[in-house]
Each structure stands twice: as structure tokens, then as C-alpha cells.
């Protein structure tokens, strides 16, 4: 860490951002879902490491060193999901692969995050406080709006820190601090 980094402790989490065209296509049916249901808008990611707390310029170096020793990986949708949180109101429900969960796993051992929960990965499509009727509404239009998309496949090549504070669900104070490019090896 920079010892003159003067910054404030905020919350940050690191995001595994799709490819291009599949980041379109995914903010088509967000958008979608939103203007069905309403809900701020935010790029389409997988969570990687959650919510922690820590000064910018330390984030962005382990962020570094993290993703140093990371290749890229394939993510593959195997549903659509609904929870029970603002957060996970509704997504795409990621295939648990070896290298999906150990590209989380060995992002979380860099950053010192403990999970409170196992890890599920994900990509959510709207966030919101929607009744179970309106959730389950919202899983079907995904379906409606783009039938193709279970069983997509991508690769993710390319880790993101945002600034995440997750008590704004207005979404306005997040913000991307850095991306890094996975490397194969």
C-alpha cells in the first residue's frame, strides 16, 4: 500500500466482467427487466469477491496481484434464479466449475475476504425488493427476452475492482477504481 495514500476506508468488491458483445446483450435484457420493474442500472458482472473495506491504492495493488496468477476462465449459464435480497433479486445462475470457484477462491485468499455464505456464481440482471410474484415475472421476461440464454458460454479474461458501497441502492456512488487483464500462461 501506498503509506501516502490518505484515502478514506470504502467498501470495493472485484467483478469478472463478460466479453463485449456478451456484456450488450446482457445490459438488452437488463434493461428490459427495468423498465418492466424499475431498479438502477449497473454493469453486467459475476462477483468475484464481495463487499470488504479497504483503502483505494491497497485494493488496486492486490487486485494486481491477484489477477497476475489468473488465467482467463469460461463461464457457462445453466439458469435463471431469483433470491431473496435486493442484490440477488433476479440472475443468471453461472455453472460452479473448478475454474470458476477457484478464480474466486484465489481472489478472496489475496484480498483476506471470508464468505458468509458458499459461493454461488452469478450474474445478476436486476436488483431490487420485488415480491416473489413480481420475481418470479421478472425470471420468465428473461426467457421472453432473450431465449438463447442458458447455456451461454464465455470467457472471463478480464477482473475488475468497483467501489461498491452497498448501502447505496440508488447505485450513483459506484464506481469502476481499475481493470485488470487475465493472461493465459
Known sequence: MDPADQSPE????????????VRDRLRRIMGGLRAAHGGPAFEPHATVVGDFR???????????????????YTARVTGVGRG?????????????TPEVVA???????????????PYMPHVSLLYGDLTDEE????????????????GLEFEISELALYRTDTAD???????LVEVCHLEKK
Open 10 to 21: 470504502e467498501v470495493y468488491s472485484v467483478w469478472a466482467l463478460p466479453p463485449a458483445p
Open 54 to 72: 479497504g483503502h483505494r491504492s491497497a485494493a488496486v495493488e492486490v487486485l494486481r496481484a491477484a489477477a497476475a496468477s489468473v488465467q482467463p
Open 84 to 96: 431473496t435480497f435486493f442484490y440477488q433479486c433476479v440472475y443468471l445462475i453461472l455453472e460452479p
Open 103 to 117: 478464480a474466486s477462491d484465489h481472489c478472496c485468499g489475496h484480498f483476506g475476504y471470508q464468505r458468509k455464505t
Open 135 to 150: 420475481k418470479e415475472e421478472a425470471r420468465k421476461k428473461v426467457e421472453e427476452l432473450d431465449k438463447d440464454i442458458c
Open 169 to 175: 441502492k440508488s447505485l450513483e456512488s459506484w464506481e
